[in-house]
Each structure stands twice: as structure tokens, then as C-alpha cells.
């Protein structure tokens, strides 16, 4: 039975549970996926190419590596200073994750067993969201506005080896990013609240042309739906599209761009980031 797994995250960032939740496919709260305590304000997910592990990133600037039932298989330890954001599975079989702080990317090795490489200089973008990588091994992170209230809102593009080729692919004046992922298609796919943290901001989901930044559509959920402060995005099969949000946990048909449904609700939910495992 396919399960949604999902972080919440807590004190500074919201009022979620810091907790990783586990949602049957219908949307039903089963109960926490993993209660162990090094779980803590979790933020992004990723599942292993293999799809036997879970990899997360916990607030207590750690990386843990789950099983299906929630329990550690996997734990880099504590690494000082590390403030992890986002996290995927790079085309050298890599972790990769955003650190929020220092602006950059690290690439652990998918046993955790040795120390993390910085990818990218110190602060080579204000704030760090998400990124993904293209077809060449070229990768596209997302730059927008940390919890200072400071930062851009644009996609800057970088070599494989890390050199810059572009610092502001994307002009779009409606675009606050949140996270991004490549779809299917090669198009970047970007999560986007606007005004960032406005009270009336806008939740909307836009695609670019990954060669110019032309912004070629924007999805987006019902107002009646009440969706807000979008996270985590993520694909599946059936030609499906997720994405996370404040109380909600919202599909799209990525192909089309039509609004599914609402495919969770829980109060509170200040959901970062979503995986789907069987």
C-alpha cells in the first residue's frame, strides 16, 4: 500500500509538530513514521534510488538514513553547524543537501560513513531552497528569502564542477521560492509564496524553461482550498505532482496542470517536505 511521508517542522519555523508523519495514500494520518529521538524539526527528505532507505534531514544538524518501518539505519552524527535544508540524490549516486546557513550545497556519501564536500562557495546564494539537477549534471538552485526577511528570489544555475553560469536564470516578479525539482520533462518545477511571508501571499506552483527561465505556466490550488506557505514538492507515478504545505497536502496531474484534490488535511501541518514509498 503506497504511504505519504511527510516532515513538519517546528519552534522558529511554525507552529508544526517536528515530527516525521506517515499518511496512507488516501490521506489518512497513520501516526508518526519514525519516533526516534534524533528525529528533530525535521526538514527535507529523499528516498534512496534503491528505494530501501528514507534519507532525512534533521534539525539537530544531523542526516539519518530510514527504513520503511521508521527505524535508523543510517546516522552521519552531529555536525556542528550543519542547518540542513532540502536533500537529493545527485546523478553520482551522492546525497546532496542545502545548508541554509553557510548558502551552499554539501554532498554526503549515501553510506553517511565519511564527512560532507562543499559543492558550492560559502554563501553563493543569499538563501537556499531547493535545487535539482539537469541532464548534463548542471544544478539549479532556487535563491529566495531566508527567515531575515533578506535574499533573492531567482534560480541560479552552476556547472557540475560548481562553476557559475548563470546567477539569475529566472526573472518572474510573482516568484518567491520555496523548493524546486526537475520534472519529468526537463523543466524546473518551483514552489512559490508571494509576497514571502505576507499574511495574502499567493501559493502557486510554476514551471521555467530550464535553457532561458521563461516562465511557461503556473498551477495552483482552488481558493475555497485555503492553500498556503507551499514546501516540498514531489513526483510519483500516475502523473502526479505533490506538494506540502501549511495545513495541507495538495495533487496536481503534472501533464495537464489540473488541480487534483486535496489529498491531506491536518491542522498545523507545516509540512516541508514529502516522499511517497510503497
Not at 99 to 127: C, D, K, N, Y
Not at 163 to 191: K, M, Q, R, W
Request: charge should be negative.
Amino acid at each position: 500500500m503506497t504511504r505519504l511521508v511527510v516532515t513538519s517542522a517546528s519552534g522558529p519555523n511554525g507552529d508544526g509538530y517536528g515530527a516525521v508523519l506517515n499518511f496512507t495514500g488516501e490521506g489518512q494520518l497513520i501516526g508518526p513514521f519514525s519516533d526516534d529521538v534524533r528525529v528533530s524539526d525535521p526538514r527535507g527528505l529523499s528516498v534512496h534510488p534503491t528505494k530501501r532507505l528514507v534519507y532525512l534531514n534533521s534539525g539537530d544538524n544531523r542526516i539519518l538514513a530510514l527504513d520503511h518501518h521508521g527505524a535508523v539505519s543510517l546516522d552521519s552524527g552531529r555536525i556542528n553547524g550543519l542547518d540542513p535544508g532540502g536533500g537529493v540524490f545527485g546523478p553520482d549516486g551522492r546525497y546532496y543537501i542545502t545548508l541554509r546557513r553557510q548558502g551552499t550545497i554539501m554532498a554526503f556519501p549515501a553510506g553517511l560513513h565519511h564527512p560532507g564536500t562543499t559543492l558550492l562557495p560559502e554563501g553563493v546564494v543569499p538563501f537556499p531552497r531547493g535545487f535539482g539537477f539537469g541532464p548534463n549534471g548542471e544544478i539549479y538552485l532556487s535563491s529566495g528569502i531566508g527567515p531575515s526577511a533578506q535574499g533573492d528570489n531567482t534560480i541560479a544555475v552552476f556547472s557540475p564542477d560548481g562553476t557559475t553560469i548563470e546567477s539569475a536564470l529566472v526573472d518572474d516578479p510573482e516568484l518567491s521560492p520555496l523548493d524546486l525539482t526537475v520534472a519529468p520533462n526537463g523543466n524546473l518545477v518551483v514552489s512559490s509564496e508571494w509576497p514571502f511571508g505576507s499574511p495574502d501571499a499567493i501559493a502557486t506552483i510554476r514551471e521555467y524553461l530550464p535553457s532561458t527561465g521563461e516562465l511557461l505556466r503556473v498551477l495552483g490550488a482552488p481558493p475555497s482550498v485555503g492553500f498556503a506557505r507551499p514546501r516540498g514538492l514531489r513526483y510519483a507515478g500516475e502523473d502526479r505532482l505533490y506538494c506540502v504545505g501549511q495545513h495541507h497536502v495538495v495533487a496536481f496531474q503534472f501533464s495537464s496542470g489540473a488541480f487534483l484534490k486535496v489529498v491531506a488535511e491536518l491542522k498545523n501541518l507545516n509540512g516541508q517536505a514529502i516522499v511517497v514509498i510503497p
